[in-house]
């Protein structure tokens, strides 16, 4: 039986996925889970990256054999490694939650047109882009020598394989894309006065095999270009069987969108600060980056002492018991997007938006629950207006899938029903596009049923009385209204 391997590293921690695909049903299996740890400097955040590839190694090393065919790599977007002339890195890759980039949208707007830059573009404005973090290093030494660029997953793909590529959907997430012709936008990086040479690997589509393994794994281990970007893998594994469904794609950043056939880059768009980026099967995922479960993640750090703390279940359960809709915040006010004592800048934020100031542990969780339940309406409300369909059906994915607690408030908050599961829709997504790189699956519907055959899904509908969702959704509105609460 064909089995095929998925990296997928996260914000939080990595994991590699063994999958065996019998041509009807895949089981998963997780040979290898680790820490993604950054480092801590001085002057910001940095990704381990030699711990991340050994970790992938070890991991590569316990999945091969018995069949295994290929390896495919994805992660998160916009941060990325330069390289010199021999392909060696030349500096530790930035994290992009770095206030470094404080400011950069303002640069990057001085040099382009806003109007102009999303209509070819159609990124969403936001200070984390590759174009952001590439403004915020010039002049230093690193750019000057870099004469490559590779994101994270191009860059473990090139590692892995020899061949260095950009693949599509990760570089999508950069605001230097071209996305409606499916290259670098070559006119933008001159105007922004980025070099050019950093831009000129082979583009490939997700799904496209790069060659062997070249490091010390079974000769027979091919590696293969998946979705680069996690989401697209996500997105790509959604059991969706109809169009007029929307998702939610939940872990550190919650992505939440609709998958269409062609871009929209508006100005409406791009004022209602959504995104256009490539995903699989010659689709676009128009979508907004909302402030995800890195809210949760950073109040768990903050109250963990001596590497002791409470588990993410006991906080959800504590979530549970305590009062719904008691405090809310826009998720992706500028002050919640950095690392931090987070516990105190959600209470900061309800200080000054005249919310009540949780003070339990279960209250600020819950805060942070019900407000991305929130967000997660004001999102799709405005993607259906913008696109002019209906949402019937909201499918949530990844870690978020297992968070009942969030799933129910989203179906209750938006009034629509929703799907949750499967909880690896990344890696799964990587996986079955290897398979269809592998010829045993024909595209994106055959990777959807396949999904749906493999996993248990969980449905929730709103709940039948659904005032108080209401009233929070009408309290939440105005607090986005208050300019002083409003994000980017």
């Known amino acids: 039986m064909p089995a095929y391997l998925a990296v997928d590293l996260g914000a939080e921690s990595g994991r590699v996925l063994r999958g065996e695909f019998d041509g009807e049903r895949i089981a998963v299996e997780e040979v290898h889970r680790f ?53 060696a890195l030349l500096a530790t890759p930035w994290h992009h939650r770095t206030s470094r980039t404080a400011g950069m949208v303002e640069r990057l707007l001085s040099r382009v047109d806003a109007d102009e830059l999303y209509a070819v573009t159609g990124t969403q404005f936001l200070p984390i882009t590759m174009a952001c973090q590439l403004l915020a290093m010039q002049g ?28 599509q959907t990760i570089a999508s997430t950069g605001q230097l894309w071209d996305i409606h012709r499916g290259r670098w936008a070559a006119p933008v990086i001159t105007r922004l006065g980025l070099p050019e040479c950093l831009f000129a690997t082979e583009i490939v589509e997700p799904g496209t095999p790069v ?10 281990l091919g590696v293969v270009a998946v ?17 007029t469904f929307a998702y939610v794609s939940c872990g550190t950043w919650s992505v939440v969108g609709l998958e269409l056939p062609r871009p929209i880059t508006t100005p409406a768009a791009r004022l209602a600060r959504f995104g256009n980026e490539v995903g699989v099967g010659d689709t676009v995922r128009f979508l907004s980056n909302v402030n ?10 903050t109250w963990t002492t001596a590497g002791e703390g409470p588990s993410y279940a006991a906080l959800v359960a ?21 690392a931090g004592d987070m516990p105190a800048l959600i209470a900061a934020r309800c200080r000054a938006t005249g919310e009540q100031v949780p003070g339990t542990q279960g209250e600020v969780v819950r805060c942070v629950l ?43 908050v938006t009034g629509r029903p929703v799907v949750a599961g499967p909880v690896e829709a990344t890696g799964v997504g990587n ?17 959807r049923a396949v999904v749906r055959a493999s996993f248990p899904l969980r449905s929730h509908d709103p709940a039948g009385r659904r005032g108080a969702a209401e009233d929070a959704y009408g309290r939440f509105r105005r607090l986005l209204a208050d300019p002083g609460a409003s994000a980017l």
């Not at 230093?140 to 950009?166: C, E, H, K, M, N």
């Not at 995800?292 to 750090?301: D, I, P, S, Y």
């Not at 018991?321 to 997007?337: E, G, K, T, V």
């Not at 996986?431 to 595209?443: H, I, N, S």
Request: aromatic share 6%; charged share 25%; proline share 6%.
């Open 211 to 220: 060659g062997p393994s070249r490091v010390d794994l079974p000769a027979e």
């Open 292 to 301: 995800g479960l890195w809210l949760l993640q950073e109040c768990r750090r």
């Open 318 to 338: 504590a979530a549970d018991r305590a009062q719904p809709y008691r405090s809310l915040i826009d998720p992706d006010h500028p002050s919640l997007l950095g």
């Open 35 to 87: 820490a993604n740890v950054p480092i801590r400097r001085p002057d910001g955040l940095y990704w381990d990256i030699d711990a991340l590839y050994a970790d992938a190694l070890d991991g590569i090393a316990k999945g091969a054999g018995r069949g295994a065919r290929s390896v495919g790599v994805d992660a998160w977007g916009n941060d990325f490694g330069l390289l010199d002339d021999a392909g």
């Open 140 to 167: 230093s030494p690193a750019l000057a020598q870099a004469r490559r660029l590779a994101t994270i997953p191009d860059l473990f793909a090139s590692w892995l394989s020899g061949r260095p590529v950009a693949e």
């Open 431 to 447: 996986l079955l596009v290897q398979a269809m790189a592998d010829g045993r699956l024909d595209g994106l519907a055959d990777i």
């Open 370 to 412: 019900d407000s991305l339940a929130c967000k997660y309406r004001w999102v799709l409300d405005q993607a259906a207006a913008l696109v002019g369909r209906p949402v019937d059906v909201v499918h949530v994915v990844g870690g978020g899938a297992a968070n009942s607690l969030l799933c129910q408030l989203t179906a209750d």
């Open 227 to 243: 979705a680069g970007h996690d989401t697209a893998c996500a997105v790509a594994a959604v059991p969706a069987e109809r169009e």
